[in-house]
Every structure is written in structure tokens, then in C-alpha cells.
């Protein structure tokens, strides 16, 4: 399972051609697990939750698998998530299976790996794929894209629940967790009222683009949780599986996931699209002065895109 | 004037060229006006503000020009902006010139024609470009990227704030007017402490990427105001002058513009990409049959961007 994730995040073209072919023969046995997304900022708990959950998961006979997507990886080359040590139990029980996230490339190419090993990790038998994510950058919309579930994590504090809804990250959660709710149970309380509120009335006003929560099937929730001391972590299972299965009754889940899969094309393309472009050698030969002169107020923006556009269509007629 | 910018609006190819003529040659004589970013939902009273704000610029000596951006009108043709009877007294004043939202293409359209506008009205001697908005989809944003000063308009309702929050509009304001103060003065003060309380939380935690917002600098403030009796409007400027000064005075205006003009060659690089994509005739042919076992799981997402890319590339090769 390891080989074929490392076949496919290698960006050589020759593993890139083995790895479409390996992806297209697993295809047909993925798609059975249950995907959940996991976010919070730094210092929320995550990998004490997650190895609470996983152990308790395994504990009813499901097979675990943790995949991670670190956003400040891109830029370090080391992941702050994934670090095995972090979950002591999980990640030497023999029906779990732990991988940092991928430790290069761009956010979309960093989610694209994480997909595709989500896939193989499917195609291996585990049923709940959990795919964590630390709540900085962009990377909650990623993991939100590719989970049948997306559970944001909080702390009982003030303010917190303020960052999530600036972010865009409150309307994308289908539950959100106060983790920690042990050491201050009033603060837990106060911050699991504010959180429904602000669900309710994001609920109301809620963007038709983003909105995969209907009024008639199911409303956000807001669970108190000690992932340390183990308490909330059955009930907490108990809601997921209560939204799986609303979600799987009319056809939502299937829904979700063929638009997650058509957004992952076009993020692809468009990815590619912009990359081929910065490649293009007359692009590359054009493009210092073009953004020289757009800076400098000598050329207007659109009138060098024009160029720079036309410099990519000659060239490729020219070289072929 | 408006000849100008119906030749800019065009989409014919000879009146492109003839407008990017045009565009170099006025160039240098823009980038004197200030430009004044306006948004808000429906209802919150946007015409009679402007009204107000204009003709209070022009008997101080200036001239205006309005310029608006409909994201509605990009899919009705017809705008809810711009609508010269909404400013009775304004649109009929030879100091002031306003244009409705261009009514067709993508907002990525409507947003370069209207940069476009912008140029023009400032080569005519407009000292004060306003470019409003309707607070709905992503249109805030756009107008955030080409203006000097983004201000939102807020009811004093509860409510009203989350949701702008949520939309991260919030936090691209440098000025939040509280309009209709004069309807319910508690409710604006108690509007007035809430928001100001959310920009300081704001600003603590914000993003850098989006921070334009230097502690030491510029703290975005919050206005009551009352458009219909006119009163506030002259606090309104002084906020408005006070911040230019602060901005010119260490050049973060000239960086802002640099950026914005950046970022908007980019996002025309992006879109034009993308159109030429969808316009290639062998992915014309391969995207139908893509698109449809992306859809049914029978083939991954990222193998299928990666064969359109090649049709295109093969493609672009052969055709020439």
C-alpha cells in the first residue's frame, strides 16, 4: 500500500503513466468507505481525538486509515501532522494505517495525492478514511472537497468560533466538535450555544453555492468532547453514522461525491492550464517586462494578459 | 467618454486591438483619482449614499464618476445598478458621470471592463471613481481589487455583520458605514460596538495575505450615517481623506495599486486559459466522455485532467 501511495505521488512521467493505470484498476474497489475530514487550528487536540477515535472505531472492527494534508509542508518540506509518534496506539495497531501528508508541491497537487492515496487506501479494505487538516491556509476547503463528512474542531474559547466563520470554514462543517470541554465545562457550554447560533444564522443566509445542508435532513451540530479523558467519542460516532445514513437514504452522498470528483478534474486542469503556461518559453521570455510595465502603470493589466495569451498560442503553433 | 468605454466593452476582435491602443495611450494620464470601492446588500440604502457623497464631492470642487459592478446582471442582462433614476440629482449633474454594470460575461469580465472604465473616467479628469456593488457573490472582492478604499455598508440589524464576516467581506473593509442610523439610534450604536469589536478580532488573527491593515497605521473604523437627511456624510470624507493621506504619505497606495494591477493581469491570464481550453476542439470532442466516467467513478478525476491536457497539447501540436 505504501508503494503504490509513493507510485503516485512520484511526479516522474513514466511512474505518473504506471500510476493512472494502477488508479484506474483500483477504481472499482474504492468508494465503500466512509471519507471524514478533520480541522482545527494548532493546539485543538486533534491527534489525541483522532487516536481516540480511531482506537475506538478499530475496538467495533473497522480498519482506519489517517491520511493529513499540511499546508505549511509545501513550504518547510516537513509536515507538523502525520508524525506517527504523535498517536501512540493508532499507529502501531495493525488495522490502522497513518500517512504524513505529502511533503512538496503546490496545495492542489498536495490534495490531489492525498485523494488519490485516500483511493488506495479504500481499495486496501479500510472502511473510515479520516483525512485531518490544521486550520490555517486553505486546506479545510480541500479536505472538504474530498470528505463525505467535514467535522471542524474547537476549543472552548471565545473568539475561536469568530476565526472559523471569517475563514469559511463554519459553513462547511457538518459538525463541529468543542474538544478539551473537560477543563472548563461553562466556557464548553457557552461556546457550544454561541457555535449553534451562528450555524443557525449562517444556515439562513447560507450561500446556495456552498450550501449541502437542507433545513429537512440535517443541521450542523454542536458536540462537547474530551478526547484526552475519552468522553463524547461514542457519541460523537453515533452522530456520524446518523448523518452517513441520511445522507446515503437520498442519494446525497453519491451526489456529493460526483461533485467533488468533477471539481478535482477542474482544479487539475486548471492547475495545468497555469503551469504549462509559466513553462512556455516565450511566455518565459515576455513575461519579466510584461510584469514590469503592468507594475510601473505603462501598460494596462489586461492588455498584457492579451500579449502574454497570444505569446502562448504563436509559440505553440510554431513549435510544432 | 462613453464611446471610450463601449469600444473597451466590445468584444470584436479589431475593437480589442483598438482598445488596447487606446488603453496605452491614456495610461499615463490616470492613477490621479482616488477610487472608492462601495458595497452592501440590497435595501441598505447604496443610491441615496452615493447621491449624497457625490454631490457633497462635487460642491467641494470635484468630479465624480460612478461606476458599478452587478454580478446579477452577468447572468439577466439587466442590472439593478447603475440605474441612472436612482440618483435623480446626481446623474443629471454635469460634474458626474455614471455607467451601469457591464451586462454580459463572467465577473471576471465585468470586472476588467469596469477597471477599464475606471481608466477613461480618470483620463477625463474624474478626481473621485466610485465603483459599487450589490452584496452578493463574489463581486466584493473584485471591487476591493481595483479601488484605493473598500467601504461597507451595514443596517444596523444583528445579523447583518455574521453574515459579511462569513463572506470575508468584512475583512477587506476600511471603512464599515453603519446607513440608516437615524431609523433606530440604539440599534446603530449597539451595531457600531459589535462591529468594531469583530474588526479588532479580526485584525488580531488576520491573514497576512489579506491584511492591508497595519496596527500602526490604519485601524478600519466604524461610521453611523444617515444618507437620506445627509447627515455623517462630511465625517465620511474626513475618515476617507484622513486614510489617503496615511496610505499615500508611505507609499502603501502605490504598492496596493501595484499588486492590484498584478493580480488582475494574472486572473485575465487565468480566465483567458481556460476559455482557449474549453474552446479546443479535441477537448471539445474528449470532455463530454471525461466528464461522464469522472462522474460514474469508473475513471480518477486527476487521469482525467491529465488526458485532456494532452488532447489539448496534441492538439495545438498537430494544428499547426
Given amino acids: 500500500m505504501a508503494k503504490a501511495i509513493t507510485l503516485l505521488e512520484s511526479t516522474r512521467a513514466d511512474h505518473r503513466a504506471q500510476g493512472d493505470a494502477l488508479l484506474t484498476e ?13 480541522s482545527g487550528v494548532p493546539g485543538v487536540g486533534k491527534s489525541t481525538f483522532i487516536e481516540a477515535l480511531g482506537l475506538h472505531l478499530i475496538a467495533q472492527g473497522h480498519r482506519v486509515a489517517v491520511l493529513a494534508i499540511d499546508p ?3 513550504v518547510s ?5 502525520g508524525d506517527k509518534t504523535r498517536m501512540e496506539h493508532l499507529s502501531v495497531h495493525p488495522q490502522a494505517y497513518i500517512r504524513p501528508s505529502p511533503s512538496s508541491g503546490t496545495l492542489g ?11 488506495v487506501c479504500e481499495a ?7 483525512v485531518e487538516t490544521v486550520g490555517v491556509g486553505q486546506s479545510e476547503t480541500a479536505v472538504a472537497g474530498m470528505t463525505d463528512m467535514f467535522v471542524l474542531l474547537q476549543l472552548p474559547n471565545a473568539g475561536d468560533d469568530l476565526q472559523a466563520i471569517k475563514k469559511g470554514v463554519m459553513e462547511l462543517a457538518d459538525l463541529v ?4 470541554a473537560d477543563i472548563d465545562r461553562d466556557a464548553a457550554t457557552r461556546a457550544q450555544a454561541q457555535i449553534t447560533s451562528a450555524l443557525r444564522i449562517l444556515g439562513q443566509h447560507g450561500n446556495p453555492e456552498h450550501a449541502h445542508h437542507d433545513a429537512s435532513h440535517w443541521h ?8 484526552l479523558k475519552g468522553e463524547g467519542v461514542d457519541a460523537f460516532w453515533q452522530a456520524v453514522t446518523r448523518f452517513r445514513s441520511l445522507q446515503e437514504a437520498d442519494g446525497r452522498l453519491a451526489s456529493r461525491r460526483r461533485h467533488q470528483a468533477l471539481a478535482w478534474m477542474w482544479e487539475r486542469i486548471e492547475s495545468g492550464l497555469k503551469q504549462a ?5 516565450a511566455v518565459r521570455a515576455l513575461l519579466p517586462q510584461m510584469t514590469n510595465e503592468v507594475e510601473q502603470g505603462t501598460l494596462a493589466a489586461s492588455t498584457a494578459a492579451r500579449r502574454l495569451l497570444d505569446a502562448l498560442k504563436t509559440n505553440g503553433e510554431r513549435h510544432a
Avoid at 466538535?177 to 478539551?180: D, G, Y
Avoid at 450542523?220 to 478526547?227: D, F, I, N, R
Avoid at 503556461?277 to 518559453?281: A, K, N
Fill in 277 to 281: 503556461f509559466r513553462q512556455d518559453p
Fill in 220 to 227: 450542523p451540530q454542536v458536540l462537547q468532547l474530551s478526547a
Fill in 177 to 180: 466538535v468543542i474538544n478539551k
Fill in 124 to 130: 486496501a479494505g479500510h472502511d473510515v478514511v479520516i
Fill in 26 to 38: 483500483l477504481l472499482p474497489h474504492t468508494g465503500h468507505a466512509f471519507r471524514l475530514g478533520i
Fill in 72 to 74: 505549511s509542508s509545501t
Fill in 77 to 81: 518540506g516537513g509536515s507538523i501532522l
Fill in 109 to 119: 497537487g498536495v490534495a490531489a495525492k492525498t485523494r488519490e492515496a485516500m483511493l
